[in-house]
């Protein structure tokens, strides 16, 4: 089965740091995806990670453990325009038609002045 | 602008009826992805479609079906519509036909069923 959680809302600063939690179980698991998605608009990738670590790429990196099912988003420099959701996804399953991309709720991060 | 264009954008339609949506890709890509985003259940994967062939199948219901064509533009047909399936279609696309891989959205499509 697959099962995603991630917290509803958080709130933070523009110039703060903000980490957004995502703890995932899923069988077969081939790799962990953030997208953002502003309101009304669609959802636009982020980052894929599949290896257990971090990935940096410029104000956002991602984090994976494989082991603990746990994986983060970082947000640094907080920007009013990242105000947003951010949608965590695992990808589970064996092969072919048995893939699966399984979507968190979305924390819909709301950045304060 | 992802390059991924959905039609149409907006449709409203009665209960029992059928619609169709249509994607087409982004330019050399040949996986189409087709998602439902509802309020009360997220995102979710319906079907993915690579050069033609149904490569991976989400929680699409048995009403639903979809196709893509020899020039890669893909159709998701809802049928016996409810007032459930009233939500926004997304539909999204890459060049490779694995899905760990970036993927593209377009703008959607808003249906409500009334």
């Known amino acids: 089965g697959q099962n995603i959680d991630q917290p509803t809302e958080m709130t933070a600063t523009e110039g703060a740091i903000v980490q957004i939690n995502c703890t995932y179980q899923t069988s077969g698991f081939n790799g962990l995806f953030w997208y953002q998605q502003h309101a009304g608009e669609a959802p636009t990738f982020l980052s894929y990670?599949?290896?257990?670590g971090l990935e940096e790429k410029g104000r956002f990196s991602s984090f994976l453990s494989r082991s603990k099912g746990y994986s983060y988003l970082l947000l640094k420099e907080l920007q009013m325009k990242d105000s947003a959701s951010y949608l965590c996804a695992a990808l589970g399953g064996t092969s072919g038609s048995a893939r699966q991309l399984t979507f968190g709720s979305g924390t819909q991060l709301t950045v304060l002045p | 602008d992802s390059g991924v264009t959905q039609t149409p954008k907006h449709l409203i339609t009665a209960t029992g009826q059928r619609v169709t949506l249509r994607c087409s890709p982004r330019s050399g890509d040949l996986s189409v992805y087709w998602y439902q985003q509802s309020l009360d259940q997220g995102l979710q994967f319906l079907i993915q479609y690579y050069n033609g062939e149904e490569r991976a199948k989400g929680n699409i219901l048995e009403r639903f079906s979809a196709q893509q064509f020899p020039d890669l533009h893909s159709e998701l047909n809802l049928s016996s519509l409810e007032l459930g399936d009233s939500a926004l279609y997304f539909c999204a696309s890459s060049a490779a036909g694995t899905m760990n891989t970036e993927a593209f959205f377009g703008q959607g499509t808003r249906l409500t069923v009334v």
């Open positions: 990670n599949v290896l257990d």
